[in-house]
């Protein structure tokens, strides 16, 4: 492992750590509903999520580093702030669905990001995969809204 990181070292480390906290998300997420359709919906999207992150991870230990972790205190503060609000929300599910489909539209906005590009050679199908994994979670969550 070197100290100066290539450029697709980071934008796979960075990928890798959206990937875990978004996996860690779900779960935490699954924890805190009460209805069991969508807890069993939260901890399958999870687990797609960690199957790309352990790819992503692969890439990462590929090109001679090692991968990063996400912040586990932010992470905490995170999820305490989206059980806080939605307690407070009149319908806690539909509440803790949107929080999910925001955090989807932010892990697009990553993935879609000009600077991923670089991966897209010698990982070609890693963003395709993931871009369709987002997709999936935002029509599933879609229809545990209604």
């Not at 000009?114 to 010698?122: F, H, I, R, T």
Request: proline share 3%; glycine share 0%; net charge negative.
């Amino acid at each position: 492992m070197s100290v100066l990181r290539s450029d697709l070292q980071v934008a796979l480390d960075d990928l890798h750590v959206a990937l875990m906290a978004s996996a860690d998300d779900y779960r935490d997420a699954a924890e805190f509903v009460s209805d069991d359709t969508v807890k069993e919906l939260f901890v399958q999207i999870a687990e797609k999520r960690q199957v790309l992150a352990q790819s992503a991870e692969k890439a990462i230990r590929a090109s001679d580093d090692l991968p990063s972790a996400p912040d586990p205190d932010r992470q905490t503060g995170q999820h305490f702030l989206q059980r806080l609000e939605a307690a407070f929300s009149a319908d806690q599910t539909i509440e803790i669905i949107e929080q999910r489909l925001t955090e989807e539209s932010q892990l697009e906005q990553l993935v879609s990001a000009a600077e991923m590009s670089v991966m897209d050679k010698e990982y070609p199908s890693l963003r395709p995969d993931c871009l369709k994994s987002i997709k999936q979670a935002r029509e599933e969550l879609d229809r545990a809204k209604q």
